[in-house]
């Protein structure tokens, strides 16, 4: 078995382990990244593209921000659709000028993957068979194989930030995390299509048909959504069908300038909240999407895990620059309290948007005069926008 010595070794070359990688390597603590894919695989992932001014500036940080700041999209507000009626939230106004960021998560991906190149910093790329251990000792290491070799990296500490799917939370032992999950009962069939956007800001309908959202990449191209039962097949849905649908749930002038044209990439998500507690077994500290989802109806997910890695990062430089041990044990706590914040607004955010076969008519009410009073009130109004632009970091101390 060879063996290699780093500080912090990285599991998953995703958005999270790659940003915590370069803001590390720029403080002058060593990393390695272990990816079990490719990176064209990493870069083929189609995901969200709404990024809270938190992210914005964690990513100008890290020195990585060049091309979004030049090419992202600068939104100071979103429009509600409700049954036909439209309601812009100014976020700008509401939050004291904070805006957010249109600029996808593949990009992001793409960026941070240049500079760690750039930087030198190393990333194994399809590493098999990835197991942390030791993590409640104190000498925690990481094993992989690598064409056909198997490797010892020797490490101080361990980021999990492989995903929902990842070997990192599945690592831990099941009697030491607590579950929280919610399943729902539909899905999104998303489109990417090269047209312009409908709409010179984020669009979220709410139908009776069922939910939508107009979303964009660029000027010129757009990422739209439809709410879709669960079992859905992606195959059944035909690019007409998909367009048909969605103009139906929008209202009627903005369903006049949509602009349709061939999908480039169709797929169905489905929607589910999860949490485990706590993020963090000894050593092996989990991030992003190993800890925790959201429905993306809050364009959380991603933000969230630039949480996380800020809280981690700077938990880290005091640990080596100050010695500050003692705030590793802090980093789950610190974590889920945003976290929770977070699956809060994305479950109301879903449960007031959505509609649920399920609900009977008086919770379809119920529902509808919630949204209508936030809406309808500038308190309410400022609550969706705080939410919306992101809660404040946690500060480290």
Known sequence: M?????????????????????????????????????????????????????????????????????????HGGFELALDGRQVHIDL??????????????????????AARREAGAPTIYQASNVVPHGMKSDEAFVTFEKDGETWRVDCDYIAGCDGFHGVARQSIPADCLKVF??????????????????????????????FALCSMRSQTRTRYYVQVPADDNVEDWSDERFWDELKSRLPSALAEKLVTGPSIEKS???????????M?????????????????TGAKGLNLAASDVSTLFNILLKVYRDGRTDLLEKYSQICLRRVWKAERFS???????H????????????SAAELDYFVDSEAGRKTIAENYVGLAYEAIE
Do not use: C
């Open 347 to 353: 479950w109301w955010m879903t449960s007031m948007l």
């Open 92 to 113: 700008q106004a509401l939050t004291g000028g904070k805006t957010v960021m249109i600029y996808g998560q593949t990009e992001v991906t793409r960026d941070l993957m």
């Open 2 to 74: 060879k063996t290699l010595k780093t500080q912090i070794a990285i599991i998953g070359a995703g958005p999270s382990g790659l940003l915590l990688g370069q803001l590390l390597h720029n403080a002058g603590i060593d990393t390695l990244i272990l990816e079990r894919q490719t990176p064209d695989y990493v870069l083929g992932r189609i995901r969200a593209g709404v990024l809270e001014q938190g992210m914005v500036e964690l990513l100008r940080q890290a020195g990585v921000s060049q091309r979004m700041d030049a090419e992202g999209l600068v």
């Open 355 to 366: 509609r649920f076969d399920d609900h009977d008519a008086f919770n379809q009410r119920i």
């Open 280 to 296: 963090q077994y000894g050593r092996m500290f989990l991030v992003g999407d190993a800890a925790h989802i959201v429905p993306p």
């Open 181 to 210: 999950e919610r399943v729902y009962p539909f899905g999104w069939l998303g489109i990417l299509a090269d047209t312009p956007p409908v709409h010179d800001e984020l669009v979220y309908a709410r139908h009776e048909r069922g």
């Open 268 to 278: 169905i998500a489905p929607l589910r909240s999860f949490v485990v507690e706590p």
